[in-house]
């Protein structure tokens, strides 16, 4: 059973700094890797999905490796803003086409 | 086009009444999915719908819950005798296809079972 786990739960830096969340999962059978963005109330918004065969994607200051291998992906966010304060959501996809989801880590970038 | 959506946005019942929760794939997109996401568990996987077969349905909590999803379009989700424990958001969200496609998500039902 894939089971995915994000660290860490909770992260506050200031503005302008670069930072990295972290996520792992159990079962290497994977389809993709994907990342969402999660803003209060709010439904789930796709930052990047990066194919099994993939070893990353980039959108703009959003990095995504994966490491299918070591069960690892990491998002890198550039130069930080107010804005990118959400939770961040990791997924995996494998064989029974669900999406297996972390439970998140909750970004805060203080002006 | 118009992104997934999903009626109602919020939905206060009581225990033991029967709800409907209703979802309007983005055009086009043949596969469905149903999460739930409850307070400190993390999003869970429901039910995905091919076309308007569901493949799998071993995500389904318990036999109060059903889906049905007609012409290849909108999706119901039923849940039967509503416990507090029902009490979550549930997301819906669709891609062209399953399998390594990019899933999009709708805002959201928030049920809340008193």
């Known amino acids: 059973k894939q089971e995915v786990t994000q660290i860490p739960a909770a992260l506050s830096v200031p503005e302008g700094e670069n930072l990295v969340l972290n996520c792992s999962f159990t079962?290497?059978?994977?389809?993709?890797l994907q990342w969402f963005r999660q803003d209060p109330g709010k439904g789930l918004t796709s930052l990047l999905l990066?194919?099994?065969?993939?070893r990353e994607q980039t959108s703009g200051r959003l990095n995504a490796s994966l490491d299918k291998s070591s069960g690892r992906s990491t998002l890198y966010i550039a130069a930080s803003q107010p804005g990118d304060s959400a939770t961040y959501l990791c997924?995996?996809?494998?064989?029974?086409?669900?999406?297996?989801f972390g439970k998140g880590t909750k970004l805060t970038v203080n002006p | 086009g118009a992104g997934v959506s999903q009626s109602p946005s919020n939905k206060v019942t009581e225990k033991g009444k029967d709800v409907e929760l209703r979802c309007d794939p983005i055009?086009?997109?043949?596969?469905l999915y149903w999460y739930r996401q409850s307070l400190g568990q993390g999003l869970e996987f429901l039910i995905y719908?091919?076309?308007?077969?569901?493949?799998?349905k071993s995500g389904l909590p318990s036999d109060r819950f059903s889906a049905e999803r007609t012409g290849g379009s909108v999706s119901t989700l039923t849940i039967q005798r509503t416990q507090q424990e029902d009490s979550a958001v549930y997301l819906c969200?669709?891609?062209?296809?399953?399998?390594?496609?990019?899933?999009?998500f709708g805002p959201g039902t928030r049920l809340l079972v008193l």
């Open positions: 969200a669709s891609s062209w296809d399953f399998n390594q496609e990019t899933q999009y």
């Open positions: 079962d290497s059978a994977i389809y993709n």
């Open positions: 990066i194919q099994s065969s993939q």
């Open positions: 997924a995996a996809q494998g064989g029974s086409e669900k999406l297996v």
């Open positions: 055009s086009g997109h043949t596969a």
């Open positions: 719908f091919q076309g308007n077969s569901a493949p799998d």
